[in-house]
């Protein structure tokens, strides 16, 4: 079994940054992808970033190339994302993902992701 919790959500007007992070727990030995999706209400969750663990290979959507940056720490266990230049359409539920698979197989479709963290709230308006 794997835990996952985020943080780092908040409010941030357009243009501003926010980092959240991941913070993973139990089998993590087991991982091979870790992945941030974004969900807005009624809305499928979408794949943001994606970072195969132990070689910072990294996917992103196409909406947030060159704005947002997915980092690892695999001392601490811990996965991050950096936004910068927010924009209104990044706000939504932010969700830290987790896989044994590599990213190459699970990137981007939620469903094949085992592990979920709560979500965490980003909020981008003036």
């Known amino acids: 079994q794997v835990q996952l919790v985020e943080s780092g959500g908040g409010s941030v007007q357009p243009g501003g940054s926010l980092r959240l992070s991941c913070a993973a727990s139990?089998?993590?030995?087991?991982?091979?992808?870790m992945a941030w999706f974004r969900q807005l209400t009624g809305e499928e969750r979408r794949g943001v970033a994606h970072i195969t663990i132990g070689r910072d290979k990294t996917i992103y959507h196409s909406s947030v190339q060159g704005r947002f940056t997915i980092s690892q720490d695999n001392d601490k266990n811990l996965t991050y994302l950096q936004m910068d230049n927010l924009k209104p359409e990044d706000a939504g539920v932010y969700y830290c993902?987790?896989?044994?698979?590599?990213?190459?197989?699970?990137?981007?479709?939620?469903?094949?992701?085992?592990?979920w963290g709560q979500g965490t709230q980003v909020t981008v308006s003036s």
């Open positions: 993902a987790a896989d044994r698979r590599p990213c190459a197989l699970v990137a981007g479709n939620y469903r094949r992701f085992s592990n």
């Open positions: 139990g089998d993590v030995n087991s991982l091979q992808c």
